[in-house]
């Protein structure tokens, strides 16, 4: 694609975002700036950072894993046994619809 291609709204955003010079040119973007290099972290001394941020974790108490398993199991089921009656509905249709 050259600038040719491109028409008069195009080539004014494209100034506006500093992509073309007042003669239309493109211009070279500036090579994007280099992080300097971090000193990397020895295993030991990233598993104990690893430890101390989970003992920050707030873990649920035994009732409530008890509780939301439930729930979900519970939730599983249900849906489970709807698919099952809507599979069986439509079979029986289709069943009747095809003899």
């Known amino acids: 694609?050259?600038?040719?291609?491109?028409?008069?709204?195009?080539?004014?955003?494209?100034?506006?975002?500093?992509?073309?010079?007042?003669?239309?040119?493109?211009?070279?973007?500036?090579?994007?700036a280099r992080r300097p290099k971090e000193a990397r972290v020895t295993p030991f001394q990233y598993l104990r950072e690893v430890r101390d941020e989970m003992r920050k974790v707030a873990w649920p108490k035994w009732p409530e894993i008890r509780r939301f398993s439930l729930i979900v199991l519970v939730?599983?089921?249900?849906?489970?046994?709807?698919?099952?009656?809507?599979?069986?509905?439509?079979?029986?249709?289709?069943?009747?619809?095809?003899?």
Do not use: H
């Open 75 to 99: 939730t599983v089921v249900l849906y489970t046994a709807y698919i099952f009656g809507l599979d069986s509905l439509f079979g029986v249709l289709s069943g009747w619809l095809y003899d």
């Open 1 to 32: 694609m050259s600038l040719d291609d491109l028409n008069r709204e195009q080539k004014r955003s494209l100034k506006k975002m500093g992509a073309l010079n007042d003669q239309g040119q493109p211009t070279r973007a500036p090579a994007p």
